[in-house]
C-alpha cells in the first residue's frame, strides 16, 4: 500500500516550525529529512522515526517500535494521536536529528583516461 500525499502534508505541516524538514518519494513510501539528515520514513500512511537513545527518553512510555516495510530497520512508531501533537512532535525531530550521525559524504569516482 502506497502513503498518500496528503499524510506527507500533513506530517510536514504539522512540522514547519522545525525549519528544514523535507520529505522525499522512494518506493511508495518517503523519507523524512531534517537538513540533510534522514530522521524518519513515512510507509502506508504510518510515521517511523530513527531510534536515538534520547529520543526514547523523550517518548518515555508511549514509546512502541515498528517497522516502516519488511526488512527495514526497527524504528519507533509514531501513532496518528502523537502526530496530531505538533509541539511533541517537533521536538522529537529535533531531538532525533541532532542524534543521529550525519551522513556519509559521497565521492565522485573519476574516470582514468587510458
Given at each position: ?5 496528503s ?6 505541516d ?21 537538513g ?12 517511523f522515526?530513527k ?6 527518553k ?10 516502516a ?17 505538533r ?8 531531538i532525533?536529528?541532532?542524534n543521529?550521525p550525519?551522513?556519509?559524504?559521497k ?5 582514468v583516461?587510458?
Open positions: 500500500m502506497a502513503t498518500k500525499q499524510t506527507v502534508d500533513y506530517i510536514l504539522q512540522l514547519v516550525s522545525v525549519g528544514d524538514v523535507s520529505a522525499k518519494k522512494m518506493f511508495g513510501g518517503y523519507v523524512l529529512y531534517y540533510d539528515k534522514v530522521v524518519g520514513l513515512v510507509c502506508d500512511d504510518k510515521l522515526v531510534i536515538t537513545e534520547s529520543g526514547k523523550f517518548v518515555g512510555r508511549r514509546y512502541r517500535e515498528g517497522h516495510y519488511p526488512g527495514a530497520k526497527t524504528s519507533m512508531y509514531i501513532d496518528e494521536d502523537q502526530i496530531d501533537d509541539a511533541w512532535l517537533c521536538e522529537l525531530i529535533r532525533t536529528a541532532k543521529v550525519n551522513p556519509k559524504k565521492f565522485k569516482q573519476t574516470k583516461a587510458k
